[in-house]
């Protein structure tokens, strides 16, 4: 039987982080700071030059000015979810093992911060679990960093938002701070609605290795 490898990514040792969880092969963080940086900061020159020998590698000025927009696109999107308090972002791409044609999915999993009112835990799970109108399959469940909570969403965008029309499904799961004044929400995105079972097996892998203290501090 082998072992899965895990890659311990840098941002664990980061004195400023605030859960720590393992993110499944397959998934691509976003890096927020380089996107979305201040013009002449050197996280915005950083992505210049990442991007300079794609747009010299474009077969035409049309090629470039498209690639061009796609990018300000997605930065405006991902200020959009920062916006909401949106603090890490990645894009997935996995193999649809179910499909006989072999194709690929494509998901986007983010975390993001909302206040709460000071509340214990355990009361503020229960608070999410009663007031997530429009959600289903909600479940309340101890999970090793504590209580959460998980539910799912289907959302249908209209023509005027310029969005595709196909459902959305989310699978959220709301996991109380232990300093009971915010939690943390774990979101799956995907198009790929028939595969509901499979997404809510990966979000709750996900959830399942989050912790609220540096887990190598811990250990040693």
Same mark, same amino acid.
């Given at each position: 039987m082998t072992t899965p490898r895990i890659l311990v990514h840098e941002s664990v040792t980061d004195a400023q982080a605030e859960l720590w969880f393992a993110e499944p092969v397959g998934f691509m963080p976003m890096p927020l700071n380089s996107l979305l940086a201040e013009p002449?900061?050197?996280?915005?020159?950083?992505?210049?030059?990442?991007?300079?020998?794609?747009?010299? /590698?474009?077969? #035409? =000025?049309?090629a470039r000015q498209r690639f061009i927009a796609q990018v300000a696109l997605g930065q405006r999107m991902l200020g959009a979810l920062c916006g909401y308090g949106?603090?890490?972002?990645?894009?997935?791409?996995?193999?649809?093992?179910?499909?006989?044609?072999?194709?690929h999915v494509l998901s986007l999993f983010t975390i993001s911060w909302r206040d709460t009112n000071v509340a214990p835990r355990g009361v503020t799970a229960a608070r999410t679990a009663t007031s997530a109108a429009g959600h289903t399959h909600i479940a309340f469940e101890e999970l090793p960093c504590g209580p /959460?909570?998980? #539910? =799912?969403?289907?959302?249908?965008?209209?023509?005027?938002?310029?969005l595709p029309s196909l459902p959305l499904l989310q699978i959220h799961a709301h996991l109380p701070h232990p300093d009971c004044k915010r939690l943390a929400v774990f979101t799956v995105s995907a198009v790929a609605v028939s595969r509901r079972e499979e997404y809510r097996a990966l979000l709750r892998g996900i959830v399942e290795t989050v912790r609220f203290e540096d887990p190598l501090r811990v250990a040693a």
């Open positions: 002449g900061s050197s996280d915005a020159e950083a992505m210049r030059e990442a991007v300079a020998p794609l747009l010299e /590698a474009a077969p #035409s =000025e049309l949106t603090v890490h972002c990645s894009v997935g791409l996995h193999r649809d093992d179910i499909d006989p044609t072999g194709g /959460a909570v998980l #539910s =799912e969403t289907t959302l249908r965008y209209t023509a005027e938002t310029g």
